[in-house]
């Protein structure tokens, strides 16, 4: 092959499917209790259930429940189910035992092997922290006496060492002797070390460490410190990153059997589902037909998003976050993907395989931080700027910036995350016609903040604008003091066109020529271009107000919209 007949970067190999089509596969193939059937179905159920990692593991048992899930718990490897529990058990550095008791019942329900070897899986500190929370031990060997005379459960090991004054309720009190019970059946050596454990270790030591043991396993998964996952958010102008860069993330290979079982293999369904929903990133990663570069994206998104929910301070086992967040960092990546690629398709797969997905994101983000920085300075303006403005506004200038689902189409209530350069350019057009509305307000005197800070109802931002506008149009100084009954009555008579309800045709050439001049006097420069628009719009709510009125009756200004009217005395 010539050099003029090599393929470019990033283009499709003919008879492969790319990572796109395989992750459709991926959510094509049977779901919820469905796929879990198909699991327990296969020739080799238990390595079908250990090919799985522990966050597919947990989004399945946690989708389908405890009850029908017991087969695929038993099949479970015990690192699978310590992965599990680290997910589920934990808000931020304490632990959580009451999602434990689920995960440990159902591994009870399979029998006393499967209950020491999950134990032995497990750090002897949290082992020795849910006997603590449950428990008060006592050292029967060491000559220690109950008092039995408090009004609670005691349990005697059957070894007769230990006597454990119980402090849960009834279920919780039966979950701990049944692990007791089977753990001695299984390693009598192993559950006299937990008691011993958690009679004579500080709560507070034992938690820490923990804590310590699961945030490294965590962090493999992405889940990183709170400090370093707000590294996402550090702002990247798109001009410092370049294709072929090779900052691309590499995850080696797992070597270990042990963190083989929680390793991420493929993106859980409910962030493969937010992926494909991103047309720009879909359409990239369909270029992607290497399988070892396709896994290697998806276990990087999935870390992408964990580094997300780090940031966010959410519990990973919180799934509704997770699908929030994976939401969020696709679109951000996306949105960071089409900047860098100059929304070329054949670049941005390029950039896939040369770029991390933590830049690509802070390339997004930066640019929807742009946006939110114009959006701080229109404020007080957006407050009565009527939607969508205030709402777009609003939106942006929350703790991170979000789109409105008003410039959606149809619009909708609510944010979403940004996600193409076509948003951008629709958000931005609505700022700089606000900014427009409001240069115009302000040239013609009016106190934006002090309206802002008036109870409703209260004037709208175009109420001044499009009351200066009557003013003009009926031979007057403009001025957005309300109007009178005579301007309203001289307005109807002069503006429209005898014997009709639509403006005159020159209203439009002198309106223009007018807001032009205020716009200068007031310092405004640029805002021309956004005036044709603006205008149409504001003489349109004039035509369609006073339109419908007889030309020379008597108005009554209470039934008059989109302008200010003095109060009449009856």
């Given at each position: 092959m010539t050099p003029t007949d090599r393929e470019p970067p990033g283009s499709?190999?003919?008879?492969?499917?790319?990572?796109?089509?395989?992750?459709?596969?991926?959510?094509?193939?049977?779901?919820?209790?469905?796929?879990?059937?198909?699991?327990?179905?296969?020739?080799?159920?238990?390595?079908?259930?250990?090919?799985?990692?522990?966050?597919?593991?947990?989004?399945?048992?946690?989708?389908?429940?405890?009850?029908?899930?017991?087969?695929?718990?038993?099949?479970?490897?015990?690192?699978?189910?310590?992965?599990c529990l680290d997910l589920d058990g934990w808000d931020r550095d304490r632990l959580l035992v009451d999602p434990l008791k689920p995960w440990l019942a159902a591994v009870v329900e399979v029998g006393?092997?499967?209950?020491?070897?999950?134990?032995?899986?497990?750090?002897?500190?949290?082992?020795?922290?849910?006997?603590?929370?449950?428990?008060?031990?006592?050292?029967?060997?060491?000559?220690?006496?109950?008092?039995?005379?408090?009004?609670?459960?005691?349990?005697?090991?059957?070894?007769?060492?230990?006597?454990?004054?119980?402090?849960?309720?009834?279920?919780?009190?039966?979950?701990?002797?049944?692990?007791?019970?089977?753990?001695?059946?299984?390693?009598?050596?192993?559950?006299?070390?937990?008691?011993?454990?958690?009679?004579?270790?500080?709560?507070?030591?034992?938690?820490?460490?923990?804590?310590?043991?699961?945030?490294?396993?965590?962090?493999?998964?992405?889940?990183?410190?709170?400090?370093?996952?707000?590294?996402?958010?550090?702002?990247?102008?798109?001009?410092?990153v370049v294709i072929g860069e090779g900052t691309a993330e590499d995850f080696g290979q797992v070597i270990d059997d042990d963190a083989a079982d929680v390793a991420p293999r493929?993106?859980?369904?409910?962030i493969a589902g937010e992926v494909v929903a991103r047309s720009f990133l879909a359409r990239?990663?369909?270029?992607?037909?290497?399988p070892a570069e396709g896994q290697r994206l998806q276990t990087a998104l999935l870390v992408l998003t964990n580094k997300l929910l780090s940031a966010a301070r959410v519990r990973p086992g919180d799934l509704e976050a997770l699908r929030r967040g994976a939401g969020y960092a696709a679109s951000t990546v996306s949105l960071g993907l089409e900047v860098i690629a100059r929304g070329d398709v054949a670049r941005a797969a390029a950039a896939l395989t040369s770029v991390s997905l933590t830049r690509l994101h802070r390339v997004g983000y930066t640019v929807t931080l742009k946006l939110a920085r114009l959006a701080r300075g229109l404020v007080v303006g957006a407050v009565t700027a009527g939607p969508p403005a205030a709402a777009v506004v609003e939106a942006l200038v929350a703790l991170r910036p979000w789109m409105s689902r008003e410039l959606d189409q149809p619009p909708a209530r609510g944010v979403r995350p940004f996600e193409s350069q076509a948003d951008v350019r629709r958000v931005a057009e609505v700022l700089a016609r606000l900014t427009v509305r409001i240069a115009v307000a302000e040239s013609l005197g009016v106190d934006l903040p002090a309206i802002a800070r008036l109870p409703e109802p209260r004037p709208q931002l175009d109420d001044h604008v499009r009351t200066a506008l009557v003013r003009a149009m009926a031979g007057a100084v403009p001025s957005p003091a309300p109007l009178t009954a005579t301007e309203l009555r001289t307005f109807r008579a002069t503006a429209f066109a005898p014997g009709a309800a639509t403006l005159r045709d020159d209203v439009a050439e002198r309106a223009h020529a007018l807001i032009a001049r205020w716009l200068d006097a007031g310092g405004v420069r640029g805002g021309?271009?956004?005036?044709?628009?603006?205008?149409?719009?504001?003489?349109?709510?004039?035509?369609?107000?006073?339109?419908?009125?007889?030309?020379?009756?008597?108005?009554?200004?209470?039934?008059?919209?989109?302008?200010l009217v003095a109060a009449t005395r009856s």
């Open positions: 499709p190999t003919p008879g492969l499917p790319g990572t796109l089509t395989r992750l459709r596969g991926e959510l094509a193939q049977p779901r919820g209790m469905q796929r879990v059937e198909a699991l327990l179905s296969a020739d080799e159920p238990a390595a079908a259930v250990a090919a799985l990692s522990a966050p597919e593991l947990f989004e399945l048992v946690t989708q389908v429940g405890f009850a029908d899930t017991q087969e695929l718990i038993a099949l479970a490897t015990p690192a699978q189910l310590r992965g006393f092997e499967k209950v020491g070897q999950v134990w032995a899986a497990l750090d002897p500190e949290l082992r020795a922290l849910f006997v603590q929370r449950h428990a008060r031990v006592v050292d029967l060997s060491l000559g220690e006496e109950p008092d039995e005379t408090i009004e609670r459960p005691w349990y005697y090991t059957t070894d007769g060492y230990f006597c454990l004054e119980q402090t849960g309720d009834e279920d919780t009190n039966r979950l701990v002797r049944a692990v007791l019970d089977d753990l001695y059946r299984a390693d009598p050596a192993l559950a006299r070390h937990t008691l011993m454990a958690a009679r004579s270790e500080p709560p507070t030591e034992l938690e820490e460490q923990a804590y310590r043991w699961r945030s490294g396993r965590m962090a493999d998964l992405g889940y990183v410190d709170f400090h370093d996952a707000l590294e996402l958010f550090a702002p990247l102008e798109p001009d410092k493929a993106l859980p369904a409910t990239a990663l369909e270029r992607i037909d290497d021309h271009d956004q005036l044709p628009g603006l205008l149409a719009g504001w003489l349109g709510d004039l035509e369609r107000a006073f339109g419908p009125l007889a030309a020379g009756q008597e108005i009554d200004g209470r039934f008059v919209d989109g302008v």
